[in-house]
């Protein structure tokens, strides 16, 4: 087996040889030219995406790693192959804080409780054995000392510690733990540590704005050399003038150093010579011709291809391209060059370095060791294994025809890209633009082009493995080529789908959510002709849903069924008109703002928005019928030909149904904007927040009668029922009223605010409070029935239901309950998620359920076991309308879904 020391002396005779290379022919100097996948393996952590408790120590000895229960494993670094473990320190079962490797020893840092510092042992590397044990006081990351406190060298463990000023360094010897020296540094300083495989660098801010950065021999803890960063460059903005400069110190094992301090950013060499600062380094160009071998450092940073930010700032975490780049400095000139490894950058961090040798962290949960590819320079590619040349056009993935899905009169804006001083000859990112600002752009950009189609696959899957764990996704239009899914944005609703196809990583973004999803089969097939000929095409109907029609906004209003019409109002503005069989959009009517309430009766669509707005629309054609807005309206009712609407000052107005034109306003004596009025039997009931209940004519609104009750009224609507009218209050009183009268025939007090009902059935009243329990009362009396309270939450939210016999509650302990109506028995619970937000739907002996998780669940009526589970691509807020053989729903992020009731 090739050992470590072996592969330098291999890289070192290939340097040479290079140089021999280049001697005989000018034009081509050896050098790094790529990095290759040598080996990887799962990393032990809790959480792959934020794995905080993984640490690791890196050398061309071994790669040590901890686990989650406190041990460490020891690895060869060039094959992976574990050749021990170190159990778990029982002293010490504190979790690990730091790791080291240096001269055939791995130190290991643990937390010391009631101690403000570190556990740290020394273990033999070959066989892991115990070679000493001590406590040292030590700073933590916060205060005036940041970065590492227990700095591993080959020259000892030393350890930085601040826990009095001045701060003192302190080292051990690594294979006793005997402390060897000890210094304390300059009063009222700031420091930061880091550690090279021979030296410790200490970058430290100090009283009259001296900034300097030190190289320091571990083992007599005296500077090799001391450097004052540029006085004009480290003192901060003049608005920060009273705080002292950001410090940053990143250390590579081969001792070359970045630092950040203050608006300096500059680049040193083992010896303290000042290479570059970080403008020069990205703008430096390379010779156009060279004789010499080319000389890099160990990896420094993964990121981006660098440049420099609009701030003057180095910049390595730009979104374009995908892969992360190993990003090395030229020792001799100092500029900074970077090569593609196929781990997205998103997901990668950069663990540790080894001559010729980086591993990797890729956040999906494993560690990937990479091994440098060397050749003549002038194979050096930013571009990584396939040349620029072979690039796709971006505006050549979609066509003209395709984009008119989404719009007519788009139009192809080409973005060329430069990296590493390389300017893209075709343009790798598309702007499809609309004709009119009120439209959305659609974006495409081909992320990178790997060098083969296992490459792609394989970054296309670690793609979708952090979608699926921290996105908003959609499982309905995932196949084996595509992801989309609903990325987080600082700017807004944004939608995009990742496609894969042969060696192509393609991203496809708008904040068209529609856009998206009509595009996306389009763009799949496309490129599967493109790259993959004869390979089969997924289908383009969602998976486990007959249909799935996507909105541009949020779908909370319940959707309406009527014929063979599903009619859903959307948070976009807009009212859609979807053919219940097909999903087929018969009509879109925009309303000018967020829709949250839709109905329909006699050939009509009634629809109310956010800005109070009323528009009534053709139920076949969606022709505007007539528009109407009422100032401060929140909730609307349709009753009689007539649309009664609450709003600002009081105000109860009635319009016709059919022309729009008012009929009658009423002026009441309390705020009314949040209630939501109950018509029955020719009276209006409306609540007001001052605790009035009002009964008004409802042909004329004149005032029938009005009732006071102790708390607001307003919140929940009236409930009318035979001759009796229920009115729950903000104190958790349940009123029951004489409808003609409105005299009290009997008050009921829950332990808490009523949140759920009151719902009438069998000559019984339901009724749940936040104090989470359902009371069931006699609806001529008020005398209790039954009480049920399961404990566990804060109250009864999500609806209340009562069919065939059984009561169904959802609790906010997460359960799904199923009681008996008679006795208030539990027949069933089901775990049904947190915080559902729509009332649970009975149909055919299954009871339908959604939650804000995005998931529909169908149970057995009678049993509570699961017949199907379908997960949305957003929460569902929405009740679920079963008819003809499918439950549809709305979700969160605007998609509407008809999902077989046979099976999801």
């Known amino acids: 087996m090739l050992t470590v020391r072996r592969l330098a002396l291999v890289l070192a005779v290939a340097l040479v040889t290079g140089s021999a290379v280049a001697a005989d022919a000018p034009h081509l100097p050896w050098g790094p030219t790529g990095w290759q996948a040598l080996w990887s393996m799962p990393a032990d952590v809790e959480d792959p995406d934020h794995p905080g408790d993984l640490h690791y120590g890196v050398s061309g000895e071994a790669l040590a790693v901890s686990t989650s229960r406190g041990a460490v494993t020891v690895h060869d670094p060039l094959t992976g192959r574990r050749r021990h473990t170190i159990p778990a320190d029982p002293g010490s079962p504190a979790p690990i804080a730091g790791l080291g490797v240096a001269s055939g020893t791995i130190v290991v840092s643990r937390e010391a409780p009631g101690v403000a510092g570190y556990v740290v042992s020394g273990y033999e590397l070959a066989t892991g054995a115990p070679l000493w044990r001590r406590t040292v006081t030590a700073a933590s990351s916060a205060g005036p000392v940041v970065g590492l406190s227990v700095m591993v060298t080959e020259g000892g463990v030393t350890v930085l510690d601040r826990q009095a000023d001045p701060a003192t360094l302190t080292t051990f010897d690594l294979r006793t733990g005997r402390q060897t020296t000890r210094t304390t540094r300059p009063p009222r300083c700031r420091l930061q540590g880091g550690a090279t495989s021979r030296?410790?660098?200490?970058?430290?801010?100090?009283?009259?704005?001296?900034?300097?950065?030190?190289?320091?021999?571990?083992?007599?803890?005296?500077?090799?050399?001391?450097?004052?960063?540029?006085?004009?460059?480290?003192?901060?903005?003049?608005?920060?003038?009273?705080?002292?400069?950001?410090?940053?110190?990143?250390?590579?094992?081969?001792?070359?150093?970045?630092?950040?301090?203050?608006?300096?950013?500059?680049?040193?060499?083992?010896?303290?010579?000042?290479?570059?600062?970080?403008?020069?380094?990205?703008?430096?160009?390379?010779?156009?011709?060279?004789?010499?071998?080319?000389?890099?450092?160990?990896?420094?940073?993964?990121?981006?291809?660098?440049?420099?930010?609009?701030?003057?700032?180095?910049?390595?975490?730009?979104?374009?391209?995908?892969?992360?780049?190993?990003i090395s400095l030229d020792t001799v000139t100092g500029r900074l060059g970077g090569l593609p490894v196929d781990t997205p950058l998103s997901r990668a961090f950069l663990v540790g370095t080894a001559p010729g040798l980086a591993f990797v962290y890729d956040k999906v949960g494993w560690i990937i060791a990479y091994k440098a590819a060397y050749g003549p320079a002038t194979a050096r590619a930013p571009f990584?294994?396939?040349?620029?040349?072979?690039?796709?056009?971006?505006?050549?993935?979609?066509?003209?025809?395709?984009?008119?899905?989404?719009?007519?009169?788009?139009?192809?804006?080409?973005?060329?890209?430069?990296?590493?001083?390389?300017?893209?000859?075709?343009?790798?990112?598309?702007?499809?633009?609309?004709?009119?600002?009120?439209?959305?752009?659609?974006?495409?950009?081909?992320?990178?082009?790997?060098?083969?189609?296992?490459?792609?696959?394989?970054?296309?899957?670690?793609?979708v493995a952090r979608i699926k764990r921290n996105g908003v996704y959609d499982p309905a239009y995932e196949t084996s080529h595509a992801m989309t899914h609903t990325p987080p944005s600082p700017m807004g609703p944004l939608d995009e789908s990742v496609v894969v196809a042969g060696p192509v990583l393609v991203r496809l973004r708008s904040t068209s959510r529609r856009a998206v999803r009509l595009l996306t089969?389009?763009?799949?097939?496309?490129l599967l002709a493109r790259y993959e000929p004869g390979a089969g095409v997924p289908g383009d109907r969602p998976r486990h849903v007959r249909w799935s029609f996507p909105a541009d906004g949020s779908v909370d209003d319940d959707l309406v069924l009527a014929g063979r019409t599903v009619y859903a109002g959307s948070a976009d503005g807009n009212v859609y008109a979807l053919d219940a069989a097909s999903g087929a959009a018969?009509?879109?009517?925009?309303?000018?703002?967020?829709?949250?309430?839709?109905?329909?009766?006699?050939?009509?669509v009634y629809a109310h928005n956010s800005t109070g707005r009323i528009v009534s629309?053709?139920?076949?054609?969606?022709?505007?019928?007539?528009?109407?807005?009422?100032?401060?309206?929140?909730?609307?009712?349709?009753?009689?030909?007539?649309?009664?609407?609450?709003?600002?000052?009081?105000?109860?107005?009635?319009?016709?149904?059919?022309?729009?034109?008012?009929?009658?306003?009423?002026?009441?004596?309390?705020?009314?904007?949040?209630?939501?009025?109950?018509?029955?039997?020719?009276?209006?009931?409306?609540?007001?927040?001052?605790?009035?209940?009002?009964?008004?004519?409802?042909?004329?609104?004149?005032?029938?009668?009005?009732?006071?009750?102790?708390?607001?009224?307003?919140?929940?609507?009236?409930?009318?029922?035979?001759?009796?009218?229920?009115?729950?209050?903000?104190?958790?009183?349940?009123?029951?009223?004489?409808?003609?009268?409105?005299?009290?025939?009997?008050?009921?007090?829950?332990?808490?605010?009523?949140?759920?009902?009151?719902?009438?059935?069998?000559?019984?009243?339901?009724?749940?409070?936040?104090?989470?329990?359902?009371?069931?009362?006699?609806?001529?009396?008020?005398?209790?029935?039954?009480?049920?309270?399961?404990?566990?939450?804060?109250?009864?939210?999500?609806?209340?239901?009562?069919?065939?016999?059984?009561?169904?509650?959802?609790?906010?302990?997460?359960?799904?309950?199923?009681?008996?109506?008679?006795?208030?028995?539990?027949?069933?619970?089901?775990?049904?998620?947190?915080?559902v937000m729509s009332r649970p739907a009975v149909a055919h002996g299954v009871?339908?359920?959604?939650?804000?998780?995005?998931?529909?669940?169908?149970?057995?009526?009678?049993?509570?076991?699961?017949?199907?589970?379908?997960?949305?691509?957003?929460?569902?807020?929405t009740t679920p309308v079963v008819a003809g053989g499918l439950v549809y729903v709305g979700s969160t992020t605007g998609e509407v879904s008809a999902i077989p009731a046979a099976g999801g």
């Open 586 to 604: 018969r009509w879109s009517h925009q309303t000018g703002g967020d829709v949250s309430s839709t109905s329909v009766s006699g050939g009509a």
């Open 521 to 526: 089969p389009l763009l799949q097939r496309n």
């Open 617 to 835: 629309l053709d139920a076949a054609s969606g022709r505007l019928r007539w528009s109407r807005r009422v100032a401060g309206s929140n909730g609307v009712v349709l009753a009689a030909g007539t649309v009664y609407a609450c709003g600002d000052n009081s105000e109860i107005v009635a319009l016709d149904a059919a022309t729009g034109r008012p009929r009658w306003r009423a002026r009441l004596g309390g705020d009314v904007r949040f209630a939501t009025p109950s018509v029955a039997g020719g009276t209006v009931h409306v609540g007001s927040a001052d605790g009035t209940l009002y009964a008004l004519d409802a042909a004329s609104g004149r005032r029938r009668w009005r009732f006071r009750a102790d708390g607001g009224t307003g919140f929940l609507p009236p409930v009318p029922s035979g001759a009796t009218v229920y009115v729950p209050s903000r104190t958790g009183h349940l009123h029951a009223l004489d409808r003609a009268t409105g005299k009290p025939r009997w008050s009921f007090r829950a332990g808490a605010r009523i949140t759920a009902g009151p719902v009438v059935s069998g000559g019984a009243v339901y009724v749940g409070g936040g104090d989470g329990a359902l009371h069931k009362l006699a609806a001529a009396t008020g005398r209790t029935s039954w009480d049920f309270a399961p404990g566990g939450g804060d109250g009864i939210h999500g609806g209340l239901v009562v069919a065939r016999g059984t009561v169904y509650l959802h609790h906010v302990n997460g359960l799904l309950y199923a009681l008996d109506a008679a006795s208030g028995g539990r027949r069933w619970s089901f775990p049904a998620g947190d915080s």
């Open 847 to 877: 009871v339908y359920a959604g939650n804000v998780e995005g998931r529909v669940h169908a149970l057995d009526a009678a049993t509570g076991t699961t017949r199907w589970t379908f997960r949305t691509s957003g929460q569902v807020r």
């Open 384 to 463: 990584g294994d396939v040349p620029m040349a072979d690039w796709p056009d971006a505006c050549a993935l979609l066509t003209g025809r395709d984009v008119s899905l989404a719009g007519d009169g788009y139009r192809p804006n080409p973005g060329s890209r430069t990296l590493a001083g390389v300017t893209t000859p075709r343009p790798p990112a598309c702007d499809w633009i609309p004709p009119t600002d009120d439209r959305a752009v659609v974006s495409l950009t081909v992320d990178w082009v790997f060098g083969s189609p296992a490459a792609a696959r394989k970054a296309f899957a670690t793609e």
């Open 199 to 326: 030296t410790i660098m200490l970058l430290s801010s100090c009283p009259g704005d001296r900034v300097e950065l030190a190289s320091v021999d571990p083992r007599t803890l005296r500077p090799h050399w001391t450097r004052s960063l540029p006085r004009s460059l480290s003192l901060p903005s003049q608005d920060q003038a009273d705080a002292p400069p950001t410090l940053g110190l990143t250390t590579g094992a081969d001792g070359y150093v970045y630092v950040e301090a203050g608006g300096d950013q500059a680049f040193y060499s083992p010896e303290g010579l000042r290479l570059s600062t970080a403008r020069e380094a990205v703008e430096q160009r390379p010779p156009a011709r060279g004789t010499e071998p080319e000389r890099w450092s160990q990896p420094l940073l993964l990121g981006s291809p660098p440049r420099i930010s609009d701030r003057g700032f180095l910049d390595v975490s730009a979104r374009w391209p995908l892969p992360a780049f190993l």
